[in-house]
């Protein structure tokens, strides 16, 4: 992989995530709140607690933790989401000073320093689409206070079955804008052919089984498709080697929800020092 790839050649996120913002609700906001809780601890663990989302996207979870109590750093590579973000911070909490929001990337150790140590490190989804995921994950394990917390989800290793989604990708980023949704209407239909039909022959609405996808996270079902089909660069690793990567950083593992060996993210939270 190309850290120093040029943005002409990535996935368009911050675009993806300025049309998500368009469809962002309440029901959004609290749903991406009570997985932060769901994952990291009750809400209590939020408050007057330093959160530091590394590829903030659309903003979304860095609104959730302030909402929840939390002094929030935002840093994104992707200048549209960084915008996406201060959007819903002038929509959300205006002229708050206890939320910061810049751009920068991980994958830069100065401007990684200059943001500090929090007590809650989180990236989801993001260090796999950096270019150097295993260099991008050392800096967001270093910007971890003693103590504190971080939550990855990095995409899971499926061998051939992720290089072939690797090859798609690139088709995506390299195509023209306007074959790019009919490649992801093609993958959508197939990748969602066997649970569809699974549905069915449990004689079961398969329509209330597409609509329950938009509720994951707050998130959205049809931002989700373009970011599978899109999201290049693109890397993965097993759950076995980011769990040895982080050990060997002083990281205890508190929670891990796999993705049962299918495509998509695995995700960890771990505490930095101590037992559990």
């Not at 590579?77 to 920068?104: N, Q, T």
């Amino acid at each position: 992989m190309n850290r120093d790839m040029p943005m002409s050649e990535r996935f368009a996120f911050g675009e993806n995530w300025r049309r998500f913002l368009g469809d962002l609700s309440d029901e959004r906001i609290d749903e991406a709140q009570w997985s932060l809780v769901d994952m990291l601890g009750d809400g209590r663990q939020f408050e007057g607690r330093h959160f530091f989302d590394i590829g903030c996207g659309s903003g979304l979870f860095s609104l959730a933790a302030r909402n929840l109590g939390a002094e929030v750093v935002s840093i994104d590579f992707d200048p549209e989401s960084v915008e996406c973000a201060r959007y819903l911070k002038e929509k959300y909490h205006p002229g708050d000073e206890k939320w910061r929001i810049m751009r920068g990337s991980v994958l830069d150790r100065e401007f990684m320093a200059q943001c500090g140590q929090a007590d809650i490190v989180y990236s989801w989804g993001v260090l796999h689409h950096t270019g150097s995921m295993w260099e991008a994950m050392a800096n967001a394990l270093d910007a971890v206070a003693d103590r504190g917390l971080v939550h990855l989800a990095i995409y899971n290793d499926q061998g051939g079955y992720s290089d072939r989604w690797k090859t798609i990708k690139r088709w995506y980023v390299g195509m023209p804008k306007w074959a790019r949704p009919l490649l992801c209407t093609a993958v959508l239909v197939v990748r969602e052919a066997k649970p569809t039909l699974g549905q069915l022959l449990r004689l079961r609405n398969p329509w209330n089984y597409w609509m329950s996808k938009k509720q994951e996270r707050g998130m959205s079902f049809w931002t989700n498709v373009a970011d599978w089909v899109g999201g290049y660069p693109f890397e993965v690793a097993k759950p076995e080697e980011v769990f040895d990567f982080c050990r060997a950083r002083g990281f205890v593992l508190l929670r891990l929800r796999t993705n049962r060996g299918e495509a998509g993210c695995n995700e960890f939270v771990l505490r930095k020092g101590g037992v559990v």
